[in-house]
């Protein structure tokens, strides 16, 4: 990565790429089927115009930027224009409601959105009408806007020639802005997931996402130039390390999917290099190897399952630095031509040089499926407020940890600090420090111990004292009613590797005497297995009561039992009548378990798993996507091992 000392921010590193990389292809983005070039003099000039715009619009350092896009080069654009002029930025989940909106418009100051298409205009046009200070909602896809005519509202293309008199009267006005800007100065707010409450507003710097975006190059050693496809919303910050930061530093040619539903096309067509999807998405390509087995014929199915036995036998072992047989060695690259060498094509990874994870924790079974298919995958894991903690670095990786700890120092941060403290939390300081929360010093303060930040995780070492392990967010960690903890989080991740299991939220506390899990079938996986069993089926709801799919859930479950303690085994469990949605409260829009909502509107399904019976009638308010509410009724069978069941009941009572 070249030095550039007076490149302290992302727009001083936009203008250092525009003089030193004018022709280079910085940007690509897939329209009507043809991909579109900008280079690095095309991308700072539409930043340029988009910043004299915003000046125009009396948008000023200090002030707020709201962006609510799916990934696209505009959007990289709006957030630079509002930085060039030492704005800050929000960047929110484009399927975000109109009430978390308009929270985080009230609690940032927000002045200006920018919305890209009719349904994000028709949700900030409701929230400017409730906040005077929001005086600019920009927009860039026109689709059902002409008949618009709200004074606040203007296109793209309007808002930079409403910046064209302004850049006549003073061409050096952004320039100067840019000049002017610090590593000290705010660059994002980064509000967290809200699973425990509100969500906070994280001040993130321009030199806390320059050291991160560092840290990352250094330690994964990212090529300069590689391909990337920007596909995580930039609401997650890490997606503002890797694409935004990243992709300007190295930098790399960044690139953007025609819409959201064409994103496992464009990996295929890209082949990209570096690629970065959430545990999700990456459990779901498993599962997708898993569901096109489904389909196949039976010589077909023992091929590929030999071919992945091999790979994994092979390449796992040399991961984890042991050896494999001579005989698997040497039938390695037939099972590579037979089989694993088309699956990576199939999945879009042939020229997968980074594969990374992070977010949340993701089942050890993900990492050694796709080791031996030939991608090596690696844990990211880090917070908002601190930034990167650790990673899977270098040829080693035990798929049971989330890697070494990453500290080292750049230009923009000293070297990370970590401790465990008593129950196993992770605290840190040092690095690009924590900053605080917008508006909130109270909510600061309980964060801090002393100088060290209390992240809230319960983490471990590996017996070589090498990596860390993560277990759970402390107050996560559950004891049953005879004494006994278990990690919840640590037996969904393993739940969640089969490819029948979508989603699963484990169950037990104090009041309790066993474990239990309400689960959230794969309803597309059971589709093509209901179909291949011959079972008929009507709804989502009919699928999941059935009682041979409940008896395939059970036996997930006896699966993954093998492995835990006899007091972590999940002893009773039960398939939910709908699928969990972030648009009632059920999930974060990263799809993390908003737990206490959920045990609160399914109390009377959890309290009937420690009851006598085997079924329960049960009611759960739903909302429709065109707003319309209604209750969903449906009985709902409980399995499990209800006589094992029953004795620890009574032995909770």
Request: glycine share 8%; hydrophobic share 40%.
């Amino acid at each position: 990565m070249s030095s550039v000392p007076l490149a302290q921010t992302l727009p001083q590193w936009l203008e250092h790429n525009a003089a030193k990389r004018a022709q280079e292809v910085g940007q690509r983005h897939k329209c009507d089927g043809i991909w579109r070039e900008f280079r690095w003099q095309q991308i700072a000039d539409e930043v340029r115009a988009l910043a004299f715009g915003l000046a125009a619009r009396n948008v000023k350092r200090g002030d707020t930027v709201l962006l609510i896009s799916e990934n696209r080069p505009e959007l990289y654009w709006a957030e630079w224009a509002a930085m060039a002029l030492g704005a800050k930025a929000v960047a929110l989940y484009p399927d975000a409601t109109e009430v978390e909106i308009d929270y985080i418009v009230e609690d940032s100051g927000a002045v200006c959105i920018f919305a890209e298409d009719q349904e994000q205009v028709d949700k900030a046009l409701a929230i400017a009408a409730r906040h005077a200070g929001v005086h600019s909602i920009v927009w860039w896809e026109p689709g059902g806007l002409w008949r618009y005519r709200e004074p606040v509202l203007l296109s793209l293309q309007a808002l930079k020639t409403a910046g064209q008199p302004l850049a006549a009267q003073d061409a050096n006005l952004v320039s100067r802005e840019i000049e002017q800007g610090a590593a000290s100065d705010i660059a994002l707010l980064s509000y967290t997931s809200g699973t425990t409450g509100k969500p906070k507003g994280v001040i993130v710097t321009h030199g806390a996402l320059l050291h991160n975006a560092q840290l990352l190059a250094d330690s994964l050693a990212v090529p300069q130039g590689c391909e990337y496809l920007s596909y995580i919303p930039l609401s997650w910050l890490t997606e503002q390390w890797v694409g935004v930061t990243l992709g300007l530093m190295l930098p790399m040619r960044v690139n953007f999917a025609e819409r959201p539903d064409q994103i496992q096309e464009a990996i295929r067509e890209l082949a990209c290099e570096l690629v970065f999807l959430g545990p999700r998405q990456w459990e779901n390509l498993a599962a997708r190897v898993h569901t096109r087995m489904l389909d196949a014929p039976r010589w077909r199915q023992t091929v590929v399952d030999w071919g992945l036995r091999i790979g994994e036998r092979v390449r796992v072992a040399a991961l984890e630095g042991r050896s494999s047989t001579l005989l698997d060695r040497c039938v390695l690259p037939l099972a590579e031509a037979l089989v694993l060498r088309p699956l990576r094509e199939q999945l879009g990874l042939k020229r997968a040089r980074i594969a990374l994870t992070g977010g949340a924790a993701m089942a050890p079974e993900v990492f050694r499926l796709f080791a031996g298919i030939g991608v090596t995958l690696r844990n990211l894991y880090g917070c908002s407020e601190y930034g990167v903690i650790s990673a899977h670095i270098g040829a080693r990786l035990n798929a049971e940890t989330i890697g070494q700890p990453v500290t080292a120092s750049t230009a923009w941060g000293s070297g990370l600090e970590l401790r465990l403290v008593d129950g196993g939390e992770l605290q840190l300081r040092g690095g690009s420090g924590f900053c605080g929360y917008w508006g909130k010093p109270d909510k600061t303060a309980e964060r801090m111990d002393g100088d060290w930040y209390r992240t809230g995780d319960a983490l471990g070492r590996s017996e070589d004292q090498r990596d860390l392990i993560y277990f759970d967010r402390l107050e996560h960690m559950s004891r049953l009613s005879g004494g006994q903890t278990y990690p919840k989080q640590f037996i969904e991740i393993r739940l969640r590797f089969s490819p029948y299991i979508k989603e699963v939220m484990v169950v037990g506390d104090e009041r309790h005497g066993f474990v239990s899990a309400l689960v959230n079938i794969d309803g597309e996986v059971f589709s093509h297995w209901a179909e291949r069993e011959g079972l008929s089926f009507t709804t989502f709801t009919d699928l999941s009561q059935r009682p041979e799919v409940v008896e395939r859930v059970s036996q997930e479950i006896a699966r993954v039992n093998q492995a835990l303690p006899e007091h972590a085994r999940v002893l009773r469990f039960a398939n939910l009548p709908k699928e969990l949605d972030p648009d009632e409260g059920e999930l974060t829009r990263t799809r993390k378990l908003k737990r206490e909502f959920i045990e609160e509107r399914y109390r009377a399904l959890i309290d009937a798993m420690y009851g006598p019976g085997d079924r329960v009638d049960l009611e759960v308010p739903v909302r429709y996507q065109d707003g319309r509410s209604a209750v969903l009724r449906a009985q709902v069978r409980l399995g499990g091992d209800a006589k094992t069941q029953s004795a620890k009941t009574g032995e909770a009572s």
